[in-house]
């Protein structure tokens, strides 16, 4: 494997003028060179990856978009990831249960914020994508065939007992780490269960295993929903109905998310998969080499997604709830404790490298959205220390002002967990920061992604309504 040292002096030997020192102009590249640099990187053009048939992927699209599955029936999937908003809610932190309207004007009760960002569901069905939320607190447990997940339904020890709530029906019938995740909305209160007292969903908080049995009874049991009889079996054919579970829920919205929010025909996958030189802009190409080189993005954005799937605290600022609720939203960490999962070293205000095609669409920024624009995001990553102290909250709208939180003592352990040479500064030019924006928001928008109003139903078998883009 190449270290970050010897990939910087490939990048060297590859420039035209050797190695840039800080203020100097920008290197020139052939475009072959710069194909080259990527690579070393581990940064490719994607292609499409589903091959779920389309009865799968009608049922997917609508269970997301219907509000029958969470327990007061007033919230989907859709009502969070909405495509009007890049497959999120264009909103620092989410609205659960209760609220009403997509994308950035959705309103509801702040007691009902999300701890964190929502993030956007784009090219998660890649073999690459091993894991899910901004702390991976889900990812498959390859020795076991099972996962690691805040439910024990899914998790399977070796010294198993008997009496858990252990559903080995559910890990069989689920494909992979997109499924799974499906199944987690469902069983979080504020987001879709909701509360003691609201449904029958509500009443069952706590036991995972019975709350989606519950949904499984609303969809296909007595008296169900007949329309839904007809789905399931024609995206299953194979599964006799008295077989139904909620693992079938689970793997039916994977292949709608791995299908339509595929974006693998960015400019920068023509680029580097197709060859097609002019695919990227002189300005994208000038900040392709400073993402590359002496912005140092790709030590962490690397990798065919501009992701290495790995954590790093970049000091962000706490903003909401967090973690727990506990208002110091440590990362990785908090949740891993939990599940059991390897906690490799020390780690904290670490979160998952976020992958980056579509990132132009896909605003508010980091875990908690606590960054609005691209351009700020940029500035932060090139001194977190400086934006960290001074970071104001007036960039996100005021209703979401009293969410930030500027403890000392956590700041000083942001920066302390963050990379020494991070810390130290990038120091890039205002015209590097100009052209690294213009990089990520041309080169890695995908066109089909832009508008994909399309997708939404205009009803649900449920007969519930579904929030309709103005
Ligand atoms: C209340 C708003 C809300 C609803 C409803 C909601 N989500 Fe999310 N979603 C979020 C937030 C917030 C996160 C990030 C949470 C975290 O990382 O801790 C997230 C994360 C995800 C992720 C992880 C993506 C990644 O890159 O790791 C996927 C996939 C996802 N949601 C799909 C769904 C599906 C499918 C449903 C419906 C079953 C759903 N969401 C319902 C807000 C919501
Ligand atoms: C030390 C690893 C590291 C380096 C170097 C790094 N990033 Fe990041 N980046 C991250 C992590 C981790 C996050 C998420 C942090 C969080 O939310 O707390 C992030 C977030 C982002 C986001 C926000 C994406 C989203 O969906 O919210 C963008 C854009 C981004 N980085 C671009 C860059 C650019 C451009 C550079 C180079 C100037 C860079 N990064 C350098 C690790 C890194």
Redesign the pocket.
């Known amino acids: 494997m190449k270290t970050p040292a010897n990939r910087t002096l490939l990048l060297c030997a590859l420039s035209l003028y050797g190695c840039a020192q800080i203020g100097e102009p920008i290197d020139t590249y052939s475009d072959d060179e710069l194909r080259s640099a990527f690579v070393s990187w581990g940064i490719q053009g994607l292609s499409s990856t589903s091959d779920d048939s389309e009865e799968l992927v009608e049922l997917g699209r609508i269970?997301?978009f219907d509000r029958e599955?969470?327990g007061p029936r007033n919230?989907?999937?859709?009502?969070?990831?909405s495509p009007v908003a890049g497959t999120g809610?264009g909103l620092p932190?989410?609205?659960?249960?209760g609220?009403i309207g997509i994308g950035p004007e959705r309103r509801g009760a702040i007691d009902?914020l999300?701890?964190?960002?929502?993030?956007?569901?784009y090219n998660?069905g890649h073999d690459e994508?091993r894991?899910?939320?901004?702390?991976?607190?889900i990812t498959p447990d390859d020795a076991r065939g099972t996962f690691f997940a805040p439910a024990p339904e899914l998790m399977a020890y070796d010294d198993q007992d008997p009496e858990r709530a252990y559903r080995p029906e559910i890990i069989a019938t689920l494909d992979g780490v997109?499924a799974a995740?499906?199944?987690?909305?469902?069983v979080?209160p504020?987001?879709?269960q909701g509360f003691p007292g609201q449904s029958e969903l509500g009443d069952t908080i706590g036991d995972a295993g019975a709350t989606w049995d519950l949904i499984v009874e609303r969809l296909l049991g007595e008296p169900g929903i007949d329309e839904y009889r007809r789905l399931f079996a024609e995206a299953f054919p194979e599964t006799h109905p008295e077989d139904f579970n909620i693992g079938h829920v689970g793997v039916a919205?994977?292949a709608f998310?791995r299908t339509s929010f595929s974006a693998t025909d960015t400019p920068l996958d023509r680029f580097l998969r197709d060859g097609e030189d002019h695919a990227l802009s002189a300005e994208a190409k000038e900040g392709a080499i400073i993402f590359l080189g002496r912005g140092r993005c790709a030590e962490c954005h690397n990798g065919p997604h501009l992701s290495d799937f790995d954590f790093h605290s970049v000091a962000v600022p706490q903003f909401g709830i967090g973690?727990f609720g506990r208002g110091d939203d440590t990362g990785v960490n908090a949740f891993r404790s939990l599940t059991g999962q390897p906690t490799p070293g020390n780690e904290d205000y670490a979160f998952?490298t976020?992958?980056l095609r579509n990132v132009a669409l896909t605003g508010p920024y980091f875990?908690n959205g606590a960054f609005q624009t691209l351009e700020d995001v940029i500035r932060h990553h090139n001194d977190i220390e400086d934006s960290l102290r001074n970071y104001s909250v007036e960039q996100v709208p005021e209703l979401f002002w009293g969410a930030y939180a500027d403890v000392r003592s956590q700041n000083e352990a942001r920066l302390a967990a963050a990379p020494s040479w991070l810390r130290r500064g990038l120091r890039l030019t205002d015209h590097e920061i100009e052209v690294l924006e213009v990089f990520l928001r041309e080169a890695l928008t995908d066109p089909n992604s832009v508008d994909q109003t399309h997708l939404i139903p205009s009803e649900v078998p449920s007969g519930l309504p579904v929030e309709q883009p103005n």
Not at 131 to 137: E, G, N, P, T, V
Not at 181 to 186: E, I, R, S, T
């Open positions: 269970l997301f599955l969470s919230i989907s999937c859709g009502d969070c990831h809610d932190l989410g609205f659960g249960a609220a009902i999300t701890p964190r960002n929502t993030t956007p569901l998660l994508v894991s899910m939320f901004w702390d991976a607190r997109l995740q499906a199944l987690f909305p469902l979080t504020p987001e879709m919205i994977a998310q973690a998952r976020p992958p875990h």
